[in-house]
């Protein structure tokens, strides 16, 4: 495994006919926290949401891009985080945070709870890129106090499939029912999901909690290293700001004709020249 990676684990339980990924994500919380600047529960959020992205292109055939958008209803407007986006392709996440007016005033407070961030109900977006003709895009809404209840709101009213999802620190587990599997089958998926304690959830290595599944014949079929990784770059700055008006982006730059421009997802700054943006003075 890569430094500073983690190790994303698909499996199978032939037993009940189900599927399903497993990750602890220490690493990509860890940078997470660190880039954005956050601590405590709306830290465990974010590093949450990013889980789930990861976990729902795991689970896409094919997926090439996978954006989960959490959206803060018009009638929250005091909400302290508005919206926060995950974004996750084959080994790698980003996401970002904008929070409301009075947001960064609450941004150390330790309040748990999904709703006391993001008020209640949250609106939930799903684009899913499999590579080829138009993405997939879903948005519905839902009202819970858990990250993980409006995944799988999503999963179950959206995408139409018998899933389960735990999101408990860094460590994120989701099963999916297979064909074939009955609700007799799925009981024993998830009642064996339901024996691993919350001590379990938060110090055990992901090898160690699939032992649950063992009576089901859990089988490790496939893995992936993912990281907290950004791929901005100075060129995709500059092919960014050919889209704003020459006189607009004239006003933006300073005595030396630069933008400055800041990366949401990893708050890396560029400094671009606009006699080098195509249709630039």
């Keep these: 495994m890569a430094q500073n990676s983690d190790r994303l ?24 926290k660190t880039i954005h600047g956050l601590n405590g529960a709306v830290a465990e959020i974010f590093g949450s949401t990013l889980i789930a992205s990861i976990l729902l ?7 090439v891009r996978q954006v989960l ?9 005091q909400a302290p985080v508005r ?54 895009i879903s948005t519905i809404e839902h009202d819970s106090n858990y990250l993980a209840d409006h995944i799988l709101h999503f999963l179950t009213q959206s995408a139409q499939v018998q899933s389960d999802i735990i999101l408990h620190g860094n460590l994120g587990i989701m099963l999916e029912a297979m064909p074939g599997c009955d609700q007799e089958h799925w009981f024993k998926a998830v ?10 959830l938060e110090t055990e290595k992901p090898e160690s909690l699939l032992q649950c599944f063992e009576a089901l014949g859990c089988k490790i079929v496939s893995d992936d290293c993912y990281a907290y990784q950004c791929g901005c770059s100075p060129e995709k700055m500059t092919i960014a700001l050919q ?33 080098t943006i195509e249709g630039g003075e």
């Design 69 to 77: 958008q959490l959206d803060a209803s018009d009638a929250q407007l």
């Design 191 to 200: 009642e064996a999901l339901a024996t691993i304690s919350n001590e379990r």
């Design 57 to 63: 292109l795991s689970n896409s055939k094919g997926g």
């Design 83 to 136: 919206r926060i986006l995950a974004e996750a392709r084959p080994g790698m996440v980003r996401g970002f945070l904008n929070w409301g007016e009075s947001g960064t005033e609450s941004k150390d407070r330790n309040e748990d709870g999904f709703s006391a961030w993001m008020g209640s109900p949250v609106q939930t977006s799903v684009v899913r890129d499999l590579g080829f003709g138009q993405p997939y």
């Design 243 to 275: 889209t704003i008006d020459p006189q607009e982006l004239e006003s933006l730059a300073d005595e030396s004709g630069n933008v400055t421009l800041s990366c949401q997802y990893c708050n890396q700054s560029y400094l671009v020249d606009i006699s």
């Design 9 to 32: 684990i698909r499996f199978l339980l032939p037993g009940a006919f189900a599927r399903g990924a497993i990750i602890r994500a220490e690493h990509i919380v860890n940078d997470a």
